[in-house]
């Protein structure tokens, strides 16, 4: 035997292949072990800190194959980004097998997102004569929850929060099998041995398949349920009941924001929705997001997304999910975030009912630990493909990769939807969506999830960046940060990061015209900033055009209350008298007031915003005057918007080389549309129609004046479909270049990435 060994280690080679990118947690050492067999490859393969390293013996050829087969055989979940091999002496080995995980200075650990329940394990759940029939936490190598149940690395059950549960026999034994489907599933359980679901309903408590019984039952009449799923806490009721919606609603506040759905069925949400080929692949696919479908007239309640044209729509993305909604009785359910606005979601068994205790009736838990919440993704698909307008399960923490080295940077977002990046070389780790950092408590969640990114993926930063905003809890936080590590804490202005960010995402060489259209951001001047045209490159920009000034009387209040705007503008052109219902309707004594500290400029900051210019026309058409939720008035607006055509006046003046665009002859024409008793939606388009004119325009003198071609576009106001489709098309048609997001948020939620490619490209 010895000698014959010896024999054949003649012509063969020994390879150490050393993979980098998603290659943990997602089933890959057991491909390797199946792709060595096929090819009579002996050796041994590894997880290390880094990625996957393989040392793979055998005939020349047959090594060549097996290289030659890794990227194109790969499992469906798993990524390759980089695969080094170097040459060893053959060792004679006899067979392959894998050896256990090391750890390793350097090389970045990419970790898998939670990936939805597939269709093998689908299968099982409802095949009776399987052992895991109707076991809510069915799971393999190539689906299941990841991110949100890591504590530390290499991803292995004991740095999980499946720790607890000891594997049975028959668990252990497909665990061990390299030949099956849960050849080291981390999260393997079965009802023997795994988690278990339990329903709470007033006093009663019951579980397993009793528990999820009742839930339904619960549902189905018109009950409302908080249901703990992978990466927090849902809000469920039945989607088709008006009453039960709106009693989620009552019981939420004053909560007015469209809600999403889950249905099971792509022919069921084809009846409520227009669901496109682009969208079936989203709402089919390992990641599953909400995604925005143009509604139809249904059976689903008016309450669910009364101010939006659009439903968020998700299909079931666990296996809890499946068993809930394979119920006859309940086509669609209301699944939404389980928590009171913009706080963090709720995570743990004991905080979700004590926060969720006066909305929900009855609580679906179960006992598998959430390490680390994780809210759903929300993605549009466009003419222009589809965009992540919120990055979170199924996305983090896989990286977006850069072609710049950015170095390790923390940087921490802005104030609204904030979601922090840290960066490692070419990957920048963009965190799940955390929420409003208005409070102590968003503030603590958000540190806890910097620290646990920190550690998950053993990156310390070197550099701190965060907004120019001196005020943001945000910017304090990074501040203190830097001086505790005696690191530098770069500002950035905030639409100079939404460009960059842009920029990034398509490794533009700059320099670029950027776009940058939203509610706020803190100016360079100290004015509010928001709809500004910036001379970009990474490191530094020029501000080229903006939306002319108005004042914000009272300040975020005039943020809150858009009609206070829409009577700023209509003041500065005299037709505050006019013969329309908003003047005829107008708080005289409050307006005084306002005109007053206008006057005298108290507490009236000065914005260039396009977010306010759109709140603005809301609340003159009639559609919004007081904003329930940010930018609540700009959806309806944009939800108004019919087919019709035409544009209004505007001018762009020049002064010492700075545009500014003025909107002041388009009031003027709107009033006196209103006065002719012009339809609310013929104007809202006309509207758009005039933005999209006007900030064109601005873009194609400054692209004319500089000779810069390829524009980046970014910022909340391109969540709008009417400006994302329609500014696009005005430029390209003179030949500009555009850019715009695909990865990640147009909105603040990709914020911190731009942040993090400034204060890179300024530091280094
Ligand atoms: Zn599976
Ligand atoms: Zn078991």
Known sequence: MAKATTLTTDRRIRREITITGIVQGVGF????????????????????????????????????????????????????????????????????????????????ILLSPDVAMCDDCLRELFDPDDRRYRYPFINCTNCGPRFTIIQSVPYDRPNTTMRPF???????????????????????????CGPEVELIFGDERCSADEAI???????????????????????????????????????????????????????????YCHLTEEAQELLTGAIRPIVLLKKRTSV?????????????????????H?????????????????????EPLATQNDEARGRLAHIADGFLLHDREIEIGCDDSVVRPTKLGPIVMRRARGYVPFPVTLKRDLGRVLAVGGHLKNTFCLTDGRNAFLSQHIGDLEDANTLDYFQWCVDHLQDVLRVEPELIAHDLHPDYLSSHYAQRLAEERGLDAVAVQHHHAHIAA??????????????????????????????????SDYDDYTRAAHLEYVPLPGGEQAIKEPWRVAAVYLHRQGLLDADIDFCHNLDRPRWRLLEQMIEKNINCPSASSAGRLFSAVSALVGLRSVDAYEGQSAMMLEAAATDAEGVYSYEITESDGMLVMSPGLMFVEIVADLEAGKDTGEISVRFHNTF???????????????????????????????????????????GLEVLIHQETPPNDGGLALGQAVVASARNY
């Open 300 to 320: 689903i309640a008016p309450s669910v997304a009364p101010d939006s044209k659009y439903y968020g729509v998700m299909t079931p993305y666990t296996p809890l």
């Open 213 to 271: 019984e009742q839930a339904i039952e619960l549902l189905a009449a018109g009950k409302i349920v908080a249901i703990k799923g992978l990466g927090g806490f849902h809000l469920a009721c039945d989607a088709t009941s008006q009453d039960a919606v709106q009693e989620l609603r009552r019981r939420k506040g004053r909560e007015e924001k469209p809600l999403a759905i889950m249905s099971t069925s792509l022919e069921e949400m084809e009846s």
């Open 166 to 192: 000891s594997m049975c026999r028959h668990c252990q034994a497909e665990y061990d099998d390299i030949g099956d489907r849960r050849y080291h599933a981390q999260p393997n359980a079965c009802p023997v």
């Open 692 to 734: 999209v004119a006007m900030v064109g325009d601005a873009a194609v003198r400054v692209a004319k004046k500089t000779g810069i071609k390829q524009i980046a576009m970014s910022g909340g106001t391109f969540q709008n479909e009417l400006v994302l489709h329609g500014l696009p098309q005005r430029l390209t048609e003179v």
């Open 29 to 108: 050492r057991p491909f390797i072990h199946r792709l060595a067999q096929k090819h009579g490859i002996a050796g041994t393969v590894h997880n290390f800190t880094g990625g996957v390293v393989i040392e793979a013996e055998g005939q020349p050829e047959a090594v060549a194959a097996f290289i030659g087969d890794l990227p194109r055989e790969k499992p469906p979940i798993a990524r390759i980004d980089d695969i080094t091999v170097v040459e060893l002496p053959a060792l004679g080995d006899a067979e392959f097998v894998i050896t256990p995980s090391r750890e390793a200075a350097g090389g970045t």
């Open 502 to 535: 842009c920029m990034a995402e398509h490794a533009a060489v700059g320099p670029v015209l950027g776009i940058a259209c939203d509610g706020t951001g803190y100016g360079a001047d100290g004015t509010v900033w928001g709809c500004e045209i910036l001379l």
């Open 322 to 342: 499946h068993l809930l909604l394979a119920d006859d009785r309940l086509p669609a359910l209301v699944m939404t975030s389980g928590n009171l606005s913009e």
